[in-house]
């Protein structure tokens, strides 16, 4: 069990205890995490489910380092990240975590690949460099042919396979994915899902939120918050 | 984020919002432009008024003597009326003068007045009539293109001879030669015995409008009363020599007035200097008047920036959101924006400097004033626009480094 002052395991890529995240609305205080302690190790395929108002979405944005809890601690990759400041949240962010959104969040004028090389620019990675990795991310997603295309010359899938290159692009520690199908229809959605398998397959961390249980099937252990608490914690078979 | 990339970012936006950008960037083209073009046409009159009118028209080395100065701006009008009230020039003064110079010179009678001047049954109105004596044309830098100028033997002898300027020549003899014919000056004939090159004409003012007749000869009763004459010039050969000859001039002319060392002159030494300080006076003016207008372009500019900027920053929240989700400090986000509404400000100075000269060269070759491109000017526009960027762009930049990323992602 992991108490304040410890270090976690080497192989723990995330760990909280205790986390809290509490927002003041116009005078009434609203706990949104009441306490959160949880560890995902290594290669780990993560769904957070829970229904609206159960804090996933905040748990969700303490892990992705846009937030920073009220109390408890934050320990990403072997770093305590709970009392970074504004700057240093914007590092990790980059190198260690991989945005995938609900809405992909493209930028509709940058051809795929200049999205994916987006998290590289804020990496400080020369023109060249960034080129390659962007083209190596792509292909790694089945996009190596969409290269120069526009957002809106894709579809659907095709734009949330370019959102997770984009994320992929960095080596990040976590790819983070906030119901990632969500936009999608059934048969895309599978599609997508057989992405994050053969990520998940190939070694990445996954963690993803998502309020569909078929969806969450698909991950190896699902974690159900109710009311800013862990209700439930259970692998399933794959 | 680098800088570069920040630079091609805030451009790759402008081509993409091309009309938006064109809209915004307008009152910085126009501050620019007419930074440019105003300062072009002051610059160029500076260096004519110092160049060609100073050297050539009033002449090198050359003052003249009169009641009042030439070129005189904002003269009240008590100073106007006691220089009415003052004696006039009189041949006898030129005279004693003539005698006194001790320093080699050249000296030359003026009277001049607008007369019309008649040709069998043609007529040139408003022209310059001028009464000289025959070192005139030498101090004036009148060149002969035809005939020959009238001798001092002529001028003694008040002899019915003129020397027509280019604009009337052609008004009354078109292209048949003027030599040797007679035209009637105040009912005198006179007879045409040469004809002044062409001048030109300084800042719309023609310069070929004249006729030059021996100061002795009929036609002086047409400008002065007897014996009194609007100038005496007198040409020295150096600067030193000029100001001498000047001294010994107003020594003489005081003398003869009989002033007390504390009364001021009551006559004028008129030198090129005049003249240049008399435009010195006007380009002042411009100088004043010129910054207000460039200001108050390049403030509503800088507004419009903002204002579009505020705009952009509010419909590319979502961008932000995302941005900073992908790493983006706040400082990338504050450079991005600031990079972009400084290209904006940029590209439109610059395009003011284009237009700027574009205007100047129009100016230039459509109408009588030279005007010509300063360096300086367009320097100073480029920097001035880019300033406007900047100061119009820190603060949409950096409401948009402080957006919380959370919400910017959440923001339709």
């Given at each position: 069990m992991f108490r304040t002052g410890d270090t976690p395991l080497p192989d723990v890529i995330i760990l909280t205890h205790k986390l809290t995240r509490a927002y003041?609305?116009?005078?009434?205080?609203?706990?949104?995490?009441?306490?959160?302690?949880?560890?995902?190790?290594?290669?780990?395929?993560?769904?957070?489910?829970?229904?609206?108002?159960?804090?996933?979405?905040?748990?969700?944005?303490?892990?992705?380092?846009?937030?920073?809890?009220?109390?408890?601690?934050?320990?990403?990759?072997?770093?305590?990240?709970?009392?970074?400041?504004?700057?240093?949240?914007?590092?990790?962010?980059?190198?260690?975590?991989?945005?995938?959104?609900?809405?992909?969040?493209?930028?509709?004028?940058?051809?795929?690949?200049?999205?994916?090389?987006?998290?590289?620019?804020?990496?400080?990675?020369?023109?060249?460099?960034?080129?390659?990795?962007?083209?190596?991310?792509?292909?790694?997603?089945?996009?190596?042919?969409?290269?120069?295309?526009?957002?809106?010359?894709?579809?659907?899938?095709?734009?949330?396979?370019?959102?997770?290159?984009?994320?992929?692009?960095?080596?990040?520690?976590?790819?983070?994915?906030?119901?990632?199908?969500g936009n999608l229809d059934s048969t895309t959605s599978a599609e997508i899902m057989a992405v994050f398998r053969d990520l998940h397959g190939q070694g990445q961390t996954v963690v993803m939120v998502t309020h569909e249980h078929d969806i969450a099937a698909h991950a190896a252990r699902v974690v159900t918050l109710r009311d800013g608490l862990i209700a439930s914690d259970q692998l399933q078979a794959a | 984020m680098p800088l570069f990339e920040a630079l091609r970012l805030a451009l790759q936006t402008i081509r993409t919002q091309k009309l938006k950008s064109g809209f915004s960037l307008l009152g910085v083209f126009i501050g620019v432009a007419s930074l440019i073009g105003a300062w072009s046409i002051v610059n160029g009159v500076n260096r004519y008024m110092t160049e060609k009118f100073a050297q050539t028209l009033f002449g090198v080395n050359t003052f003249q003597l009169r009641r009042r100065p030439m070129f005189t701006p904002n003269v009240p009008d008590?100073?106007?009326?006691?220089?009415?009230?003052?004696?006039?020039?009189?041949?006898?003064?030129?005279?004693?003068?003539?005698?006194?110079?001790?320093?080699?010179?050249?000296?030359?009678?003026?009277?001049?007045?607008?007369?019309?001047?008649?040709?069998?049954?043609?007529?040139?109105?408003?022209?310059?009539?001028?009464?000289?004596?025959?070192?005139?044309?030498?101090?004036?830098?009148?060149?002969?293109?035809?005939?020959?100028?009238?001798?001092?033997?002529?001028?003694?002898?008040?002899?019915?001879?003129?020397?027509?300027?280019?604009?009337?020549?052609?008004?009354?003899?078109?292209?048949?030669?003027?030599?040797?014919?007679?035209?009637?000056?105040?009912?005198?004939?006179?007879?045409?015995?040469?004809?002044?090159?062409?001048?030109?004409?300084?800042?719309?003012?023609?310069?070929?409008?004249?006729?030059?007749?021996?100061?002795l000869s009929p036609a002086q009763n047409l400008v002065n009363p007897p014996g009194i004459l609007d100038a005496f010039l007198v040409k020295a050969q150096s600067e030193p020599e000029m100001r001498l000859a000047m001294d010994q001039a107003e020594g003489i002319m005081r003398s003869r007035r009989h002033l007390r060392p504390r009364q001021d002159d009551n006559f004028a030494l008129d030198t090129s200097e005049g003249v240049q300080r008399f435009w010195a006076g006007i380009s002042r003016i411009l100088v004043v008047v010129l910054p207000g207008v460039v200001l108050v372009s390049l403030v509503i500019g800088g507004i419009v920036i903002m204002n579009i900027m505020l705009m952009a920053v509010a419909e590319r929240t979502r961008e932000i959101g995302l941005r900073k989700s992908l790493g983006a400090r706040r400082r990338d986000v504050l450079r991005q924006f600031l990079a972009e509404s400084v290209a904006i400000a940029t590209v439109g100075a610059g395009v003011g400097v284009v237009a700027g000269i574009g205007l100047t060269f129009l100016i230039a070759a459509a109408s009588p004033l030279p005007a010509s491109v300063s360096p300086v000017s367009i320097l100073l526009g480029v920097v001035m626009g880019a300033g406007v960027g900047v100061v119009a762009g820190v603060y949409p930049a950096s409401r948009a480094a402080r957006l919380d990323p959370i919400a910017a992602l959440r923001q339709e």
């Open positions: 003041d609305m116009g005078g009434e205080v609203v706990r949104a995490l009441q306490g959160v302690s949880l560890q995902i190790r290594k290669n780990e395929y993560v769904a957070v489910m829970g229904p609206s108002g159960s804090g996933k979405s905040t748990l969700m944005n303490l892990i992705g380092c846009l937030d920073t809890p009220t109390s408890g601690e934050y320990w990403l990759n072997g770093q305590k990240v709970s009392d970074l400041d504004d700057d240093e949240l914007a590092r990790i962010r980059n190198k260690e975590i991989g945005f995938v959104f609900q809405t992909f969040n493209l930028l509709p004028r940058a051809s795929a690949l200049h999205n994916v090389e987006l998290p590289l620019i804020y990496a400080g990675a020369g023109a060249r460099e960034r080129r390659g990795r962007a083209a190596r991310a792509l292909e790694r997603v089945g996009l190596g042919d969409r290269m120069e295309h526009r957002p809106n010359e894709l579809s659907g899938g095709q734009r949330q396979r370019v959102a997770i290159a984009r994320a992929l692009v960095n080596d990040p520690s976590i790819l983070l994915a906030d119901e990632p199908t | 008590s100073v106007w009326r006691a220089w009415a009230r003052r004696p006039r020039i009189r041949f006898s003064d030129a005279e004693a003068l003539n005698a006194a110079f001790t320093v080699p010179v050249i000296t030359a009678w003026q009277s001049s007045d607008n007369q019309t001047v008649f040709y069998r049954d043609k007529q040139a109105r408003d022209i310059e009539l001028t009464a000289a004596s025959e070192r005139y044309f030498e101090i004036k830098n009148l060149r002969l293109a035809l005939g020959r100028a009238f001798t001092a033997q002529e001028n003694r002898s008040g002899a019915p001879v003129v020397v027509l300027g280019d604009a009337v020549a052609q008004r009354l003899f078109v292209d048949r030669s003027p030599l040797d014919r007679s035209v009637r000056i105040g009912g005198n004939a006179y007879r045409v015995i040469g004809v002044v090159e062409k001048q030109g004409s300084v800042l719309g003012f023609p310069l070929d409008r004249f006729v030059v007749v021996p100061a």
